[in-house]
């Protein structure tokens, strides 16, 4: 049994007099994608942001390959190197054009020399199939190529997990399909990934393990096959139902039908 | 008619004071502004709260006011010239004044460049100097240009503690020919020139420098 | 020692209290009035620039452009000499008072005409196709609004108006700070009459703030601020 890559251990938050997690604890293992589901503002989000400790938890501990992110003397920009983050809203750079937001931490975060930068730069938009709009500022952009620039610049560091915070809840839904699709290459490749979203088709063919979120804790968690065929727990049913009447059997992407889906 | 002339010649040389003023203290202003700026939303909150009451504080006083305290200030402590004070004191309002415009364009920002800076592994510091503050600058042209031809103008009121500018020229030469008016058209016709230009000249720096959002 | 020089100096500050009282009710007075005035001229400017073309819009513009591009203290000046040469002699006070209005009317009609823009068309075109007249569509439906959403920007423009008017001093009427300058020549004393002024302006800008504040959010429609404003003071 391989040890995980990521381990969160009994994270606890509140804002204000709202508990949004109660003791949620997670293992993420190298290669899994790990799909998080669940009604809106349970918390979700915020789980995501206390793994690379955008928001620091008021108990609970997060390991990443071993060394303890939430301890006093860590170096959290270190680590928050080797862990990427896409923003449900992209929060590209829109002073700079996506080759320079590719660029930007590389060079400055990883000292690399501006060439070096700016052609591993191109190589990761190219990979997301943005090498054509490399010199292209933001506003330039539509929503689907600018979240795949947020990808690429994430990826350009080399991170050893993904974070992918409802990565494409703010797009319009014929832009969806390009995203979802930058993400399955990268999930084919092997990448760990923890990923909130309400796409559930995506979640069902790529995941390896499906957490259903609900009220600051885990209700269920499982294989997609074992949780949207036979789920354990009753609220896990209701709300994948809900789901279901409201996006159809293939969760929020309309644009996307695929071969041997019923 | 041949008065007016007279007077623009005999003011017109004092306008390098008064440029001098305004840029002078729009610079100053600008980074002790940033400064505070940052301070506000960055710093702990001793630095955040100092820059808070200075913000406040010097805003509430008519520039007159500042303008004297300094003057005083110079004479009783610091040994300086009236323009010097006065600069001093133009510097300190202006700061002020664009602390707020650079607040407010690094909160119109939002919050989500600085996580996704800091996703990215960068420090805080590298964060504000290459994601935030290029971005906040751009954002705050356009107000930034109105704060300058305030600034232009409030310079007039440097004449009130002695400094040599467009202002004290028109009540000189107004006073030793006992014929007032025309000294202080001819003064009123330099300054709106010279707002005009800035007025266009920042436009042009506005239009090249526009961030697209 | 250092403890009966400050209770002197405190109770000079006392002493002088009265004085500069009265010099603050002078600049409330120019305050208001002045705002009050400004914003009778600051309406018909605002609606001939926005609504006319021709040489009616290009005086209201200019004189906006001069009013606002040049030191409200030259304006002023202008003002005090200009009037004598015109016939006019009435008050130092009358004539601080109409410079003051003049280049009050001139920021206000910009935030004014700044709101009118704001106003949707449709909100117009929906008030003439119920048969309203021109002047009826603007005056019931478009002028309330624009009002409205000038209010953010013309609070500024009271804040700012209190502390400007001490530009009056430079023509000797008794407002409050003049009144300071009169004790600091009188007395010899600077600093206790200077920063006891500072302290009254302080107080009565955050008061007058705190009211502005209440009456925004008495009458603010969620939308944009008209035009430029002169210094934030929010």
Same mark, same amino acid.
């Given at each position: 049994?391989?040890?995980?890559?990521?381990?969160?251990?009994?994270?606890?938050?509140?804002?204000?007099?709202?508990?949004?997690?109660?003791?949620?604890?997670?293992?993420?293992?190298?290669?899994?994608?790990?799909?998080?589901?669940?009604?809106?503002?349970?918390?979700?989000?915020?789980?995501?942001?206390?793994?690379?400790?955008?928001?620091?938890?008021?108990?609970?501990?997060?390991?990443?390959?071993?060394?303890?992110?939430?301890?006093?003397?860590?170096?959290?920009?270190?680590?928050?190197?080797?862990?990427?983050?896409?923003?449900?809203?992209?929060?590209?750079?829109?002073?700079?054009?996506?080759?320079?937001?590719?660029?930007?931490?590389?060079?400055?975060?990883?000292?690399?020399?501006?060439?070096?930068?700016?052609?591993?730069?191109?190589?990761?938009?190219?990979?997301?199939?943005?090498?054509?709009?490399?010199?292209?500022?933001?506003?330039?952009?539509?929503?689907?190529?600018?979240?795949?620039?947020?990808?690429?610049?994430?990826?350009?560091?080399?991170?050893?997990?993904?974070?992918?915070?409802?990565?494409?809840?703010?797009?319009?839904?014929?832009?969806?399909?390009?995203?979802?699709?930058?993400?399955?290459?990268?999930?084919?490749?092997?990448?760990?990934?923890?990923?909130?979203?309400?796409?559930?088709?995506?979640?069902?063919?790529?995941?390896?393990?499906?957490?259903?979120?609900?009220?600051?804790?885990?209700?269920?968690?499982?294989?997609?096959?074992?949780?949207?065929?036979?789920?354990?727990?009753?609220?896990?049913?209701?709300?994948?139902?809900?789901?279901?009447?409201?996006?159809?059997?293939?969760?929020?992407?309309?644009?996307?039908?695929?071969?041997?889906?019923? | 008619?041949?008065?007016?002339?007279?007077?623009?010649?005999?003011?017109?040389?004092?306008?390098?004071?008064?440029?001098?003023?305004?840029?002078?203290?729009?610079?100053?202003?600008?980074?002790?502004?940033?400064?505070?700026?940052?301070?506000?939303?960055?710093?702990?909150?001793?630095?955040?709260?100092?820059?808070?009451?200075?913000?406040?504080?010097?805003?509430?006083?008519?520039?007159?006011?500042?303008?004297?305290?300094?003057?005083?200030?110079?004479?009783?402590?610091?040994?300086?010239?009236?323009?010097?004070?006065?600069?001093?004191?133009?510097?300190?309002?202006?700061?002020? #004044?664009?602390?707020?415009?650079?607040?407010?364009?690094?909160?119109?920002?939002?919050?989500?460049?600085?996580?996704?800076?800091?996703?990215?592994?960068?420090?805080?510091?590298?964060?504000?100097?290459?994601?935030?503050?290029?971005?906040?600058?751009?954002?705050?042209?356009?107000?930034?240009?109105?704060?300058?031809?305030?600034?232009?103008?409030?310079?007039?009121?440097?004449?009130?503690?002695?400094?040599?500018?467009?202002?004290?020229?028109?009540?000189?030469?107004?006073?030793?020919?006992?014929?007032?008016?025309?000294?202080?058209?001819?003064?009123?016709?330099?300054?709106?020139?010279?707002?005009?230009?800035?007025?266009?000249?920042?436009?042009?720096?506005?239009?090249?420098?526009?961030?697209?959002? | 020692?250092?403890?009966?020089?400050?209770?002197?100096?405190?109770?000079?500050?006392?002493?002088?209290?009265?004085?500069?009282?009265?010099?603050?009710?002078?600049?409330?007075?120019?305050?208001?009035?002045?705002?009050?005035?400004?914003?009778?001229?600051?309406?018909?400017?605002?609606?001939?620039?926005?609504?006319?073309?021709?040489?009616?819009?290009?005086?209201?513009?200019?004189?906006?452009?001069?009013?606002?591009?040049?030191?409200?203290?030259?304006?002023?000046?202008?003002?005090?000499?200009?009037?004598?040469?015109?016939?006019?002699?009435?008050?130092?006070?009358?004539?601080?008072?109409?410079?003051?209005?003049?280049?009050?009317?001139?920021?206000?009609?910009? #935030?004014?005409?700044?709101?009118?823009?704001?106003?949707?068309?449709?909100?117009?075109?929906?008030?003439?196709?119920?048969?309203?007249?021109?002047?009826?569509?603007?005056?019931?439906?478009?002028?309330?609004?624009?009002?409205?959403?000038?209010?953010?920007?013309?609070?500024?423009?009271?804040?700012?108006?209190?502390?400007?008017?001490?530009?009056? #001093?430079?023509?000797?009427?008794?407002?409050?700070?003049?009144?300071?300058?009169?004790?600091?020549?009188?007395?010899?004393?600077?600093?206790?009459?200077?920063?006891?002024?500072?302290?009254?302006?302080?107080?009565?800008?955050?008061?007058?703030?705190?009211?502005?504040?209440?009456?925004?959010?008495?009458?603010?429609?969620?939308?944009?601020?008209?035009?430029?404003?002169?210094?934030?003071?929010?």
């Amino acid at each position: 049994m391989p040890q995980p890559i990521l381990r969160i251990e009994n994270i606890h938050k509140a804002y204000g007099k709202t508990q949004v997690l109660r003791g949620v604890s997670l293992d993420v293992y190298p290669g899994e994608v790990v799909v998080i589901i669940g009604p809106s503002g349970t918390g979700k989000s915020t789980l995501l942001r206390c793994v690379n400790q955008l928001t620091v938890p008021d108990q609970g501990r997060v390991w990443l390959e071993g060394v303890e992110l939430t301890a006093k003397g860590t170096d959290i920009n270190k680590a928050r190197e080797r862990i990427g983050m896409v923003f449900q809203d992209f929060n590209l750079f829109t002073h700079l054009t996506a080759v320079q937001n590719v660029m930007l931490a590389l060079t400055k975060v990883k000292r690399m020399r501006p060439e070096e930068a700016r052609a591993k730069a191109m190589a990761e938009l190219e990979k997301v199939g943005l090498a054509d709009k490399a010199d292209l500022y933001p506003a330039e952009l539509s929503g689907g190529q600018k979240q795949r620039a947020a990808i690429a610049r994430s990826l350009a560091m080399d991170p050893e997990v993904m974070l992918f915070d409802e990565p494409t809840s703010a797009l319009d839904p014929e832009l969806i399909g390009e995203v979802l699709e930058v993400m399955r290459k990268l999930a084919e490749e092997g990448m760990t990934m923890l990923v909130v979203s309400h796409e559930m088709g995506f979640a069902r063919e790529v995941a390896d393990r499906i957490v259903f979120l609900e009220n600051g804790v885990i209700v269920e968690e499982g294989p997609p096959e074992q949780l949207f065929q036979d789920p354990k727990q009753e609220r896990t049913r209701e709300f994948l139902w809900k789901l279901t009447e409201l996006y159809g059997n293939h969760g929020g992407s309309r644009s996307r039908r695929r071969p041997g889906c019923s | 008619m041949a008065y007016f002339l007279r007077c623009l010649k005999f003011i017109l040389p004092a306008a390098k004071t008064t440029l001098l003023l305004t840029v002078a203290a729009l610079g100053i202003g600008l980074v002790a502004g940033l400064l505070l700026a940052v301070a506000r939303i960055y710093g702990g909150k001793a630095a955040a709260g100092l820059a808070s009451a200075y913000s406040r504080i010097v805003r509430s006083l008519p520039t007159l006011v500042v303008l004297f305290i300094f003057y005083s200030l110079s004479s009783s402590l610091l040994h300086i010239s009236g323009v010097t004070a006065a600069l001093l004191a133009l510097s300190a309002c202006t700061a002020a #004044y664009q602390s707020e415009i650079f607040r407010g364009a690094i909160q119109s920002l939002g919050t989500g460049q600085m996580a996704a800076a800091r996703s990215l592994g960068m420090t805080r510091p590298m964060a504000i100097r290459y994601v935030i503050l290029p971005q906040a600058l751009r954002l705050a042209i356009p107000s930034w240009s109105n704060e300058a031809a305030i600034v232009l103008k409030d310079s007039s009121l440097a004449s009130a503690v002695g400094a040599t500018e467009i202002f004290r020229r028109a009540q000189q030469v107004g006073a030793a020919h006992h014929d007032y008016l025309p000294a202080y058209l001819a003064c009123g016709l330099i300054y709106f020139v010279l707002t005009f230009l800035t007025n266009r000249g920042l436009d042009l720096m506005q239009r090249k420098f526009k961030l697209k959002l | 020692m250092l403890l009966t020089e400050i209770a002197e100096e405190l109770a000079f500050a006392w002493r002088i209290l009265p004085e500069l009282m009265k010099g603050l009710v002078v600049t409330l007075e120019l305050t208001g009035l002045s705002l009050v005035a400004g914003l009778v001229l600051a309406i018909p400017v605002s609606m001939l620039r926005t609504y006319t073309r021709g040489p009616l819009n290009w005086l209201a513009t200019a004189y906006v452009e001069v009013f606002r591009g040049t030191p409200l203290l030259v304006q002023l000046f202008v003002v005090y000499y200009g009037l004598p040469e015109m016939g006019v002699v009435w008050s130092r006070f009358f004539s601080a008072w109409l410079a003051l209005t003049l280049n009050s009317a001139a920021y206000q009609s910009e #935030y004014i005409r700044g709101a009118i823009l704001s106003v949707s068309e449709g909100q117009l075109l929906a008030a003439r196709s119920l048969g309203m007249p021109p002047i009826q569509a603007f005056r019931w439906v478009v002028l309330p609004q624009a009002l409205r959403l000038a209010l953010p920007a013309w609070s500024n423009e009271v804040a700012y108006m209190v502390k400007y008017v001490s530009v009056v #001093y430079m023509i000797a009427v008794q407002e409050l700070f003049t009144r300071a300058q009169g004790i600091i020549s009188r007395t010899f004393k600077v600093w206790t009459p200077l920063l006891e002024v500072a302290v009254v302006y302080l107080a009565v800008v955050y008061l007058v703030t705190r009211l502005m504040d209440s009456v925004e959010r008495r009458f603010r429609i969620p939308g944009l601020e008209g035009g430029v404003e002169r210094r934030e003071m929010v």
